[in-house]
């Protein structure tokens, strides 16, 4: 699915991009490839059982798995990074924070494989991101946003693309339709550091905001982000 011109959404099952198992929903993660003259940034990587339908997705828009240069996780769950070991024999470059490096490389409970009922294959990333660094990648600057609280790897990623400020959010917005938080069942998740990072988040500007499933936010996307902190204070307080 193209989201704007060289942006694509070419994985996730909660909106049928990808297709995991009958009656899942939430076992594969959205991933998202962009294209430069450089060659294609992805970000997150879906379970890995999908991988096929992910490149797949992308042949349908001329694009190459052989020119897929970085995956940039947002966290290190199963449905969001469990394909990043396929990807690595590929020779294709993996980012993630250091919280989510660790666990991605130990591939233990916090991946949470066991509630997919599947085996987490560790792999270990190249490039370590830190809250409030700039990423220079296939010519387009990247801004690394610490959010930690869904697990304590989570990160998000903006940057200006077509005029407009993206917002690569991972899973510390709920989607569209699909409730204002990511699942609160993480090994690591930490309901007081998720509020804080709400609070955090909310105070960021962006145009389009790309969750970690679902649909995709065009329209004044920080008002669902100040819909999900007022339901945070409300309920975890």
């Not at 995956?71 to 290190?76: D, K, P």
Request: aromatic letters at 10%; charged letters at 20%; one cysteine or more.
């Amino acid at each position: 699915m193209q989201v704007l011109k060289g942006l694509y959404q070419v994985g996730g099952d909660l909106n049928g991009i990808t297709f995991d198992q009958q009656g899942a929903l939430w076992n594969d993660g959205n991933s998202y490839i962009l294209k430069t003259p450089q060659g294609l940034l992805m970000f997150d990587c879906g379970c890995g059982d999908t991988m096929d339908q992910i490149f797949r997705n992308m042949a349908y828009w001329d694009l190459s798995p052989d020119d897929i240069k970085y995956c940039i996780l947002t966290h290190s769950h199963f449905d969001h990074a469990g394909g990043a070991h396929l990807l690595k024999k590929r020779g294709v470059k993996l980012l993630a924070s250091k919280e989510a490096a660790a666990s991605v490389a130990a591939g233990d409970e916090r991946c949470c494989g066991f509630l997919y009922h599947k085996t987490f294959h560790p792999v270990e990333v190249d490039q370590i991101v830190a809250d409030g660094e700039v990423l220079h990648l296939l010519g387009l600057d990247i801004e690394v946003i610490y959010v930690p609280g869904h697990s304590m790897g989570c990160t998000a990623y903006a940057f200006n693309y077509e005029g407009k400020r993206l917002m690569i959010s991972g899973d510390l917005i709920g989607t569209i339709l699909g409730g204002d938080f990511g699942w609160s069942g993480s090994i690591d998740f930490d309901k007081k550091i998720y509020t804080a990072s709400l609070m955090k988040f909310a105070k960021i500007d962006m145009d389009i905001m790309l969750p970690g499933h679902g649909l995709i936010h065009f329209h004044n996307p920080r008002y669902k982000v100040e819909v999900a902190l007022n339901a945070a204070l409300m309920e975890w307080r």
